[in-house]
Each structure stands twice: as C-alpha cells, then as structure tokens.
C-alpha cells in the first residue's frame, strides 16, 4: 500500500474553523453584491430590468467556474486555491438561495427541500459512479467535479436553510445558537461514538453553512430585524483578512488516502 495525496485539505479543527468563517464571508459578501450594490432590498430594485440575485449568481458562478477548472488542473494542493474556491462556492450559493427563495417564490421551506434533495441526489450520484464519497478518495477529475457540485449544492442549501430557521421567533442569535450546539452534538458523537466518519463530515460540511449564513446576517441586517447593522463592505473585509491570516498562519496540508501500490 501507499500514500496519494488529495486535492483537498486534510480535515482539523483549522480547516472547520476556516470553513465557517468563509461562510460567514459567502454571506456578508453575497449580500453586499446583491443588495448592497445591485439594490436588491432597496425601494428601487428591479427598475432597471436587472434581477440583483441573478447578477450576483452569474459573477460569483462565473469565478467559482474558473477556480473549479483551475483546481482540477492543479497537480497537487494549493490552499489559496482550495480557500478561494470554497469562497467563491459559498457566495454564489448565498445569491442563488435568495434568487431561489425570494425572486422565484419557493419560500424558506420550498428552497430548502429542494436544495437539500439536491444534495442528496449528488451524494447519491457520486457513490453509484465511483464507490465511495469520501474526501478522502478527491484526487481524480471526476471525484473532484462531484466534490465540487455537491460542496456548491450545500452552501446553497445552508443558506435558504439558515434564513428559514431565522425568520421564525428564534431570530439570527437563536438560530446562531441551534446549528452552533448541532455542530457540538457532531463533535461529540465523532469523539464518543464509530458512527460514519463520512457521513458525519458531509453532515458538519452542509451545517457549518447556515451557522455561517445566520451569523452573517446577525452582523449586517439592521437592528429593527434583529441584526447589528454593521457595514457589508467592512464585515466582508474583515472575515477576508481573518480567513487569509488563518490560510497562513495554520498548517494546511492535503489529505490522504491508502491506495493499492502499483
């Protein structure tokens, strides 16, 4: 047997404190897009014939089209790469949740289920075609497209989730509060218990995102709708900073998976 490195890094608490930290960023920065700049909330969205979710979802698509083909290109593990990526993933999703849930009228449960069967179809996909949907086994093209669809399917779906959960009497710190202690429930039953490891992962991949999408939203939106009405552009600058100083300053290093020697 040997060592074969992935195209993805290896699973530490610095790459779940990364990953919800570029969440949060998918948030603030999506929304800063969509109705910040492109006027979306604003009295006078619509008017020019735009729809500001549908232009956020093409730009951030567009980037997050060409990090994907730069990062199967990629012959090994870069972690700018691999961050900017999950990035660009996770505010196309914030724009294409908002454009799902309120543009086309699905509602907070109706983009939800949608989403989320969209997830699981990947999921399902992925393991008929190639065996198994392990990150562990993302260093071939074809896993890392179906890494890459279902991770993009996720960050969608945490979004429409996290505004679902919001929207009710819990409000932005109470849902906050809700996918923080699933997220501790996840942690202690990887410590305590066998269950999957893979399925405990895919399952704090998909949570980590709605936890990202409330508290971002508990940072901008204003304060008559339970936000603290900080500024978009500056809370996006500040996550970017943090999540850049974190790629540096923490190891990353790729992950591994036992291979057959030839």
Not at 33 to 42: D, Y
Not at 116 to 141: C, D, K, M, Y
């Amino acid at each position: 047997m040997k060592d074969a490195l992935t195209k993805v890094p290896a699973v530490t608490l610095g790459f779940w404190i990364i990953k919800i930290l570029a969440t949060t960023f998918g948030e603030t920065m999506g929304d800063t897009v969509s109705m910040s700049w492109l006027g979306e909330t604003t009295a006078t969205a619509g008017q020019s014939g735009l729809n500001g979710y549908v232009v956020g979802t093409l730009i951030f698509g567009a980037v997050l089209a060409a990090l994907v083909w730069l990062q199967i290109r990629a012959r090994a593990f870069h972690p700018f790469l691999y961050w900017a990526t999950i990035i660009a993933s996770t505010t196309a999703g914030t724009t294409l949740a908002d454009f799902a849930t309120r543009s086309l009228g699905l509602g907070y449960p109706g983009g939800s289920l949608l989403l989320f069967g969209l997830v699981v179809a990947s999921l399902v996909v992925w393991r008929t075609n190639l065996g198994t949907i392990s990150v562990e086994s993302v260093h071939t093209p074809k896993a890392e497209l179906y890494y890459w669809l279902t991770i993009t399917f996720s960050q969608t779906l945490g979004t429409a989730l996290g505004d679902w959960v919001a929207d009710g009497s819990l409000g932005y710190s109470g849902a906050a509060i809700i996918f923080g202690s699933a997220l501790a429930l996840l942690t202690v039953l990887y410590l305590t218990t066998n269950v999957s490891r893979v399925a405990l992962f895919w399952t704090a991949f998909i949570l980590t995102r709605p936890l990202g999408a409330v508290v971002g939203d508990l940072l901008d939106k204003p304060v008559d709708k339970g936000g603290l009405d900080l500024s978009r552009p500056i809370a996006s600058a500040v996550l970017l900073a943090a999540i850049v100083l974190l790629v540096v300053l923490v190891p990353q290093r790729a992950g591994r998976k036992e291979v057959g020697a030839a």
